[in-house]
């Protein structure tokens, strides 16, 4: 860089001539993409892992604690599931507008429930709990998100590990921390 281009800060040629500044761009996108990479990666680890977890406990006995786990998190239960947790009965109105269910139980043994939304986030809870063979639980937390902005109403439906994993640290410890390691 000559003199007076080190006192404006103008010129973005190197001793070598080369013109740098559209190397940060460049350099900033590949370090955007290594870190959606490890994120991505880590995801699917963590996804794995719980895959491979089992709870403890038999879905009956882990279910008030799931109740009052998505309670504690804001997420309003519906029906049924509000009585079990000391929270006053839904209204007729609350009852008709209601976007999920409270707890039904499966043929296996299993439950599952969909919360309301979180506040205005439209975003809901489904927690399933399933028998594992050889006795436990397996657990499912899936985030829906309901979309109103499209021309037809849809709901977007994924697996939420984080959610998952801390409502497993919740119900079985030990299983939680084999799945991070800790």
Same mark, same amino acid.
């Given at each position: 860089? &000559? ?49 491979? &977890? ?99 109403? /849809? ?24 799945? /991070?390691?800790?």
């Amino acid at each position: 860089m &000559t003199t007076s281009s080190r006192c404006t800060g103008r010129s973005t040629h190197s001793a070598h001539g080369f013109h740098s500044a559209p190397f940060y761009p460049v350099l900033l996108a590949a370090l955007a993409a290594a870190c959606a990479t490890a994120a991505s990666a880590r995801k699917a680890e963590l996804r794995r892992a719980l895959d491979e &977890t089992r709870v403890a406990r038999a879905p009956a006995e882990i279910w008030p604690e799931v109740q009052r786990f998505l309670d504690q998190r804001g997420y309003p239960l519906v029906g049924e599931d509000r009585l079990a947790i000391g929270k006053p009965a839904q209204t007729s109105l609350g009852r008709l507008v209601s976007l999920g269910f409270p707890t039904r139980g499966r043929g296996d043994g299993g439950r599952v429930l969909e919360t309301d939304p979180l506040g205005d986030t439209r975003t809901r809870v489904r927690v399933e709990a399933s028998p594992a063979e050889g006795g436990g639980t397996r657990l499912r937390v899936r985030l829906l998100k309901h979309d109103e902005m499209s021309v037809v109403q /849809t709901t977007a439906e994924f697996r939420d590990e984080d959610l998952e994993l801390a409502l497993l640290e919740r119900l079985d410890p030990a299983a939680a921390a084999r799945v /991070t390691g800790r």
